[in-house]
């Protein structure tokens, strides 16, 4: 199932995703979800076609957690080694943006570089999680686009600042529910050209390494995203670009680059 949340006439509402096309293309409707997906919840048979709502962020979560290097070629081609443990970086809440909303150049940067990843969404509250739990703790997927002031990433010993910027986590467009994540292709265009194509597969850490990694530190609540590296081909986003990240199985996040005002 697809899940996305939404606003109509100043409503919020989650909402599972039917019928076939993309956002862009049409064609979909949302049945609307009585209570909170991560629990029981029901469909309530009120459907709304999607053209007629804003697609937020699919979910809120109380922390987004990203792992770096985990595909080798994209360790390589900046010049790093594949770490012996996964690194672990948090991206704030105020990061998360949703489909269509704009990326917002950081002022303190000249290098900002888009990374398609694969987001984990937690389904939960779990710590200590063993192997052969993961699966139960995983409430879906959905696409994430990891922004990096990659300047300020190279300058600055914690990548806080360069990782962390408002608008730096967009996610979206919904979150898919019944997926096998362990051979998908990822991909990022910028304006239709094709940047980043990748397959899950080659992750150095599987996710279940990453979420017995993580959750042997902290606890994971429903919502939390964990985001799991991004293939090679990263590079430069520009204001007036138009960053899409494809995920089989799930679907596309675009979002557009501005100047921030
Ligand atoms: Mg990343």
Redesign the pocket.
């Known amino acids: 199932m697809r899940i996305a949340r939404f606003s109509i006439d100043g409503n919020v509402a989650f909402g599972a995703v039917e019928g076939e096309g993309t956002v862009e293309s049409g064609g979909l409707v949302l049945d609307i979800i009585r209570g909170i997906p991560y629990t029981d919840f029901e469909l309530s048979g009120t459907k709304v076609p999607l053209s007629k709502v804003r697609l937020l962020p699919p979910v809120l979560p109380n922390k987004v957690v990203?792992i770096?290097r985990n595909y080798a070629e994209h360790a390589r081609e900046l010049g790093n080694e594949v770490p012996e443990v996964p690194v672990a970086f948090f991206k704030p809440t105020t990061s998360v943006i949703g489909p269509g909303d704009a990326i917002e150049y950081p002022s303190f940067s000249s290098e900002l570089h888009h990374?398609a990843?694969l987001a984990v969404v937690i389904g939960r509250m779990c710590r200590e999680v063993p192997r052969e739990r993961v699966k139960d703790v995983i409430f879906g997927y959905t696409c994430a686009n990891?922004v990096?002031a990659r300047d300020v990433q190279k300058r600055e010993v914690q990548w806080a600042r360069a990782k962390g910027f408002d608008t730096s986590c967009p996610l979206g467009p919904w979150v898919e529910t019944d997926l096998d994540p362990s051979d998908l292709a990822v991909q990022a265009t910028v304006n239709g050209e094709q940047r980043q194509l990748g397959r899950t597969s080659d992750m150095i850490r599987s996710i279940e390494d990453l979420v017995v990694h993580i959750s042997e530190a902290m606890t994971l609540l429903p919502g939390d995203v964990i985001?799991t590296?991004?293939p090679a081909g990263v590079g430069p986003l520009n204001v007036g670009d138009e960053v899409a990240v494809t995920i089989e199985g799930i679907g596309t996040l675009t979002n557009r680059v501005i100047k921030r005002g």
Do not use: F, K
């Open positions: 990203g770096g990374e990843e990891d990096t985001l590296g991004t």
